[in-house]
């Protein structure tokens, strides 16, 4: 019998279907019950279980219904594929409880990580931001809010041009577009942003243009703060171009060349010192430039430098030129060394001191022509210590002072200086050292060791000798005696030739002259002038007589100064005029020596006809009075139209002698005078001091 089984929409032995078909069907390689693949979700597989199952029991209710043999025998197919559904129920329902438990692990790991991820992106020690393609910031940590001053609600929402300067808005918009056209490329840049407090900062962004899984472009980008490293670089940079500057323009050559002595590199400076061009330079080595004789010494000098014996050296060698001629150069190198402290060059300065050995050398020959000179000088040289004591003393101060050398060495010249001259001298010596004076010149005398008494020039100056610490006296002794004599002599000729001779002729003159005006009016007048002039010319003709004699004797007769001064006064009276007045106090003329008096009478003489020839004057006295215990005070004054004396004026021989005068005979020569209130020589002799 046939009959029909119609399952449910879910049998799988199809609908309508003969059981013996079905029965066949069971017979099948393909099984009954599809396995899940990855097609079909866990909930699927459970879905069609629970279906097949309500069929196969519906099958089961028919079969057992059923008393023939084909009923049982399916019953019996039944029942096997209904427990085999069972097993594969309880997979599933295993399965469907591991999904569960796995997703409820994958969930808490993913909230974990969410947790994770948002701690470190707002922590982390870089700036990020999500923008829009319009420059919309979608979100930023608050790393970045707190870089820029902000919190992060206050930013998000806003334009980031916001925190850019505006003349940099231009260009942020344009690397946005930028990074929106070429999605999940990365884009690299440095620029400023400004925080909230108006402050700039240097920041270098990383940014990459993305869509999210909505289809939305985003831009990503990553700020870190750089303005340290920018500030460094900005000084790495002045220094590197302020060290440049240097090497162009520095006023000596600079050299860098490597461990093997090959030229790296160097400045205009050492390629005009050495004449070759800076290609030239690089294609040579330090070894080739320097001289054979120098170059054994250097090669030890780098080779302690590049052990680190030493920080650096400096020597002087000689170096080839390109016209192959050999310069003196002063040399100083030192070593660069890597990070890890490898010798990596040398870096040497060079200078041209070619024309310092040379004026160095001239300086040693000179120096030898002038040991020979000082030896052989035809004048007594000799060089002092601070404490007096002779350290050298040539051949011709020797022959003067008639003293060897050996005994003259260590001591002062206190052994060879006459006594009334040694304080004058010491005094000097001592300003000398002192820093008072730089040199002096002194005329003294020298008691040769056989008691004979020259007169010597000394000119004495500073000087240097090595290793003597300290000024050193250079002194030159010349003897004077003939000259000194000579010259007192001449001087004094002079003198009196002025003081004497020529003011008694100009006093004669003046009678004459009177007796001539008078000689209409008053021919008894006329004739005492003229007696007057004719004694003065007889007086005239006997000081002559007296001065050649004196000349011839070579000294100084004592005189009256008393009727000396008489005769003076009465020589300067005049038609018109009375004689000058003349006043000595007691005992004054018994403190003045023969050749104070004729010091001083002669600076009367010259006061008196001064002031007759310039002066004007009505009224003229000489006066002698006493100064102090032991001095004395000589006054020659006029009332005569006087003068400014700090003027400048013509000078003559007048008032140099007088000046010279009282300085040979110790005394202080005074001039005063104002105009229209006369003028007036004071001579102020102290005994003392003279």
Known sequence: MLAAYPFGPGNPFGIGYPIRQAADASDMEQPMIRQSDSELSAATDFQLLLTQLTGLRRAMEQAAESDDELGRSLYSALHHRMQDCDEQLARVIGHVEHNLLQQETIASALHESEHRYRSLYDNNPSMYFTLSPDGLILSVNNYGAEQLGYLPQHLIGRSVLAVFRPEDHETVLAQIGVCTESLDKLFEWEIQKIRKDGTAFWVKERAQGILDRTGRTLVLVVCEDVTARRVTEDIVRESEERWKTLFEHAGVGIAQWSLGGQFLCVNPCLCKTLGFTSTAMQSLTFQELTHPDDLPVNLRYLDELTAGMVASFSTEQRCRRSDDTWIWVSLTVSLARTASGAPAYFIAVVEDVSERKRAEDALRASELLLQRFVSEAPVGLVILD??????????????????????????????????????????????????????????????????????????????????????????AVQDITDQKRATEERERFSQDLHDNILQSLYAVGMQLEASKLASGKSPRRAKIHASQAIDQLNRLVSEVRHFIALLNRGGSAKMDLREALRQLVSAFSTAGHRPPELEIEDGVLDLITTEQAEQLLNIAREALSNSV??????????RLSQLGASGMRMQVCDDGIGFVPKLKRKQGHGLVNMAARAKKIGARLRLTSKPDQGTCITVDLSQTES
């Open 386 to 475: 601070s404490q007096r004591r002779l350290l050298t003393a040539n051949k011709a101060f020797c022959r003067l002072t008639g003293h060897a050398e050996q005994d003259l060495l260590g001591r002062t010249y206190d052994l060879y200086t006459h006594p009334d001259d040694l304080a004058p001298n010491l005094k000097l010596t001592d300003e000398f050292y002192r820093g008072i004076r730089e040199d002096y010149t002194l005329e003294k005398r020298y008691i040769r060791k056989t008691g004979q008494v020259i007169w010597v020039s000394v000119k004495a100056t500073g000087v240097g000798l090595p290793n003597h610490p300290g000024p050193l006296l250079l002194a």
């Open 613 to 622: 020839r310039h002066a004007k004057a009505t009224h003229r006295s000489v």
